[in-house]
């Protein structure tokens, strides 16, 4: 069922419902399954609020995420950009395919930050190179990677599943679990 996110008491609940697992959860770093499912389970990952008119309603569901854990917050976030994007600038086939995954619990997010010394790019078809910074990395199942074809920056899904992860350098305050690492 689907939230209705105008509603101050369910916004509420839904930052307490989210907040319950936090503290525990960014102490060991692990990915925040309870709050990503929580979102989930209000129809949120299927259908976040990113048409036209709906600007009020994101940012109070934002707000509201984010105060029950910061960690769900910049992933949500990072989902809501990835479906606004599709929805912006897919085809229509596009847009249908991605709501389908999101429809199926899928997670998406961008993933934009090359690495300096090995940018992502097109060769022969296939992706090679490297990002930086795929927040939610770890339950995010699609991202949007940039790359730079013909003096132009193009957006391409991929699939997330299984790609190498170097977490060696990510070990923020408080946010541990956003997870943003580097990946090839």
């Given amino acids: 069922m689907r939230l209705e996110i105008d509603s101050d008491r369910r916004l509420q609940a839904l930052t307490r419902a989210i907040a319950q697992h936090e503290a525990a959860r960014d102490a060991n770093g692990a990915h925040p399954k309870q709050g990503i499912a929580e979102l989930d389970a209000l129809g ?3 259908d976040p609020p990113v048409r036209a008119g709906a600007m009020r309603s994101l940012l109070a569901l934002l707000a509201a995420v984010g105060r029950g854990d910061l960690s769900v917050g910049r992933i949500f976030e990072g989902h809501v950009n990835a479906c606004w994007l599709i929805e912006e600038y897919g085809t229509a086939a596009q847009r249908k395919q991605y709501r389908d995954i999101a429809g199926q619990s899928g997670l998406f997010g961008v993933w934009n930050t090359d690495a300096p010394d090995d940018p992502l790019r097109l060769e022969g078809g296939r992706l090679v190179g490297k990002k930086n910074f795929a927040t939610g990395v ?8 940039t790359i730079t074809e013909d003096c132009a920056r193009r957006m391409i899904v991929v699939p997330t599943g299984g790609r190498p992860v170097d977490r060696s350098w990510w070990r923020p305050l408080g946010m541990r679990a956003s997870e943003a690492t580097s990946s090839t």
């Fill in 138 to 145: 770890d339950g995010m199942s699609h991202a949007i990677v």
């Fill in 44 to 46: 949120l990952l299927a």
